[in-house]
T-cell receptor, first 116, second 114 residues
Framework: DQQVKQNSPSLSVQEGRISILNCDYTNSMFDYFLWYKKYPAEGPTFLISISSIKDKNEDGRFTVFLNKSAKHLSLHIVPSQPGDSAVYFCAASLIYGSGNTGKLIFGQGTTLQVKP | ETGVTQSPTHLIKTRGQQVTLRCSSQSGHNTVSWYQQALGQGPQFIFQYYREEENGRGNFPPRFSGLQFPNYSSELNVNALELDDSALYLC?????????????FGPGTRLTVT
């Protein structure tokens, strides 16, 4: 049961344009959503997160939009740069127990290529 | 850099052996989670430790076990290694402050089981 899905395995955009990465989820109990960037042979790098009570969060070139009714979120990167080329993972957090953060459930990833 | 470190970087083991992976969490983070990432997949949650106790577990058998120490560093132990255990093992430390959640990953340990 894939609770978090990234349906586009890859995306190619021109430098300077907008990159839009999409993610769908099925569990309405998720309380936070996070986006990570990953290069080969490295751990995922945290980019931005959004609480389920918000619909938008912005940090520099990165903006995440959350549409709870559609169970959909997206990451916008503007302007895209060649250094943004990497695999992007969407993750959803499910808090349980006494810990202050929950377990993350990841999508399959989308490979972004930004062409100069 | 996130401040989360893992050792060793790479490891080769034989089927049936046991392995211990180590993680030092970012300063101020009291929660540590472990993930397994197979090639071409997203990371899969193994378990989480909060204040030295297991705080939840994913769909992994009991031969995957862990520890968290008073300084919040952590170990992942895998007994009776199987070929399918070959993967990148990621440690993440996390915090929730001011209504924001952040979870930072270490560089991972690449385990190969032959």
């Amino acid at each position: 049961d894939q609770q978090v899905k990234q349906n586009s395995p890859s995306l190619s955009v021109q430098e300077g344009r907008i990159s839009i990465l999409n993610c769908d989820y099925t569990n309405s109990m998720f309380d936070y959503f996070l986006w990570y960037k990953k290069y080969p042979a490295e751990g995922p790098t945290f980019l931005i997160s959004i609480s389920s009570i918000k619909d938008k969060n912005e940090d520099g070139r990165f903006t995440v939009f959350l549409n709870k009714s559609a169970k959909h979120l997206s990451l916008h990167i503007v302007p895209s740069q060649p250094g943004d080329s990497a695999v992007y993972f969407c993750a959803a957090s499910l808090i349980y127990g006494s810990g202050n953060t929950g377990k993350l459930i990841f999508g399959q990833g989308t490979t972004l290529q930004v062409k100069p | 850099e996130t401040g989360v470190t893992q050792s060793p970087t790479h490891l080769i083991k034989t089927r049936g052996q046991q392995v211990t992976l180590r993680c030092s969490s970012q300063s101020g983070h009291n929660t540590v989670s472990w993930y397994q990432q197979a090639l071409g997949q997203g990371p899969q949650f193994i378990f989480q430790y909060y204040r030295e106790e297991e705080n939840g577990r994913g769909n992994f058998p009991p031969r995957f076990s862990g520890l968290q120490f008073p300084n919040y560093s952590s170990e992942l132990n895998v007994n009776a290694l199987e070929l399918d255990d070959s993967a990148l093992y990621l440690c993440a430390s996390s915090s929730k402050q001011g209504g924001k959640i952040e979870q930072y990953f270490g560089p991972g340990t690449r385990l190969t089981v032959t």
